[in-house]
């Protein structure tokens, strides 16, 4: 178990472009899912995959946000033009769907800078 | 509404000056309670999964409990390494996918 990856760990770019993440999460994992912390705030919830299916969205995802999970392993994460306001720390994590709950494990993040 | 507060926001503590921090919950039927350990810049690390009121789990200095109502993580003589944010964040019987995070409860730990 090598746990939750993510690439990269830093990221700077400027205001109006397009920035790509990548998740693997645990390989025994079905459940994937993104989040978005700021500084001084738990982790908010962008969306969720069980296997290949986005099954959740966030209201507060624009569309400018976009996530696939196309083999029902890793997942990316898609900016499209991007904005100050999008500068955060963005989160993978994964679950199984066996057992009492859904504990979720996290991956060590991937900082966004925008300039 | 399901929501979660921490409290304290901060908390300093001397090297083995033991205290509790407090996580008070309001969710339409719990179905998990979670414990993060989350360092700056990192993403958070998974502590503990209480389900049921009068649940109790430990791990080394670190003790959390669970009522109807909140929970305490208790630290036991803690230690400079134990400084970092401790997040709390529970799921619904209706949604257990997606969590509900209280702010979290910065601890620091002087030697």
């Known amino acids: 178990d090598t746990g939750v990856s993510q690439d990269p760990r830093h990221k700077i770019t400027k205001r109006g472009q397009n920035v790509t993440f990548r998740c693997d999460p645990i390989?025994?994992?079905?459940?994937l899912y993104w989040y978005r912390q700021t500084l001084g705030q738990g982790p908010e919830f962008l969306t969720y995959?069980?296997?290949?299916?986005?099954?959740?969205k966030s209201r507060l995802l624009s569309d400018r946000f976009s996530a696939e999970r196309p083999k029902g392993s890793f997942s990316t994460l898609e900016i499209q033009r991007t904005e100050q306001g999008d500068s955060a720390m963005y989160l993978c994590?994964?679950?199984?769907?066996?057992?009492?709950?859904?504990?979720?494990?996290f991956g060590p993040g991937t900082r966004l800078t925008v300039l | 509404e399901d929501q979660v507060t921490q409290s304290p926001e901060a908390l300093r503590l001397q090297e083995g000056e033991s205290s509790s921090l407090n996580c008070s919950y309001t969710?339409?039927?719990?179905?998990?309670l979670f414990w993060y350990r989350q360092d700056p810049g990192k993403g958070p690390e998974f502590l503990f999964t209480?389900?049921?009121?009068?649940e109790e789990k430990e791990k080394e200095r670190l003790k959390a409990t669970l009522t109807k109502k909140e929970s305490f993580l208790h630290i036991t003589a803690p230690k400079p390494e134990d400084s970092a944010t401790y997040l709390c964040?529970?799921?619904?019987?209706?949604?257990?996918?997606?969590?509900?995070w209280g702010l979290g409860t910065s601890l620091a730990v002087n030697p």
């Open positions: 994590a994964s679950s199984d769907t066996g057992g009492r709950s859904d504990t979720q494990y």
């Open positions: 390989s025994e994992h079905n459940r």
């Open positions: 995959f069980q296997n290949e299916a986005q099954l959740e």
């Open positions: 969710v339409s039927g719990l179905r998990g």
């Open positions: 209480l389900y049921s009121a009068g």
């Open positions: 964040a529970v799921s619904n019987a209706g949604n257990n996918r997606k969590l509900i």
